[in-house]
């Protein structure tokens, strides 16, 4: 089993800037993939970035050049840079991890006002 324990989010205008950390903890596998998804309302949820316990990351296009995800394997933490943001990016963002089991967390609300 694994905790996801997510931190971060809130309201913020349109241009500003939030961190989102998620932090994971029992039974984990050395290769794993942890990263971040987001659902809009009346919408289907969407992958936003994630990364591999190797280092590798992948971002969806509409935050490409604003958002950056980072990870720090000693305490199983990952973390989400989010700059320029836009009332688009409003949505609620969801912790994923990912090893051979899918886990999600909570979820935290991105709120950003034009």
């Known amino acids: 089993q694994v905790q996801l324990v997510e931190s971060g989010g809130g309201l913020v205008q349109a241009g500003g800037s939030l961190r989102l950390s998620c932090a994971a903890s029992?039974?984990?596998?050395?290769?794993?993939?942890m990263g971040w998804y987001r659902q809009a309302p009346g919408k289907q949820r969407e992958l936003v970035a994630v990364?591999?316990?190797?280092?590798?990351?992948n971002y969806a296009d509409s935050v490409k050049g604003r958002f950056t995800i980072s990870r720090d394997n000693t305490k199983n933490t990952v973390f989400l840079q989010m700059n320029g943001l836009k009332p688009e990016d409003t949505a609620v963002y969801y912790c994923n991890f990912f090893d051979v089991r899918v886990y999600w967390g909570q979820g935290t609300q991105v709120t950003v006002s034009s």
């Open positions: 990364i591999a316990s190797g280092g590798t990351s």
């Open positions: 029992g039974s984990i596998f050395r290769f794993n993939v």
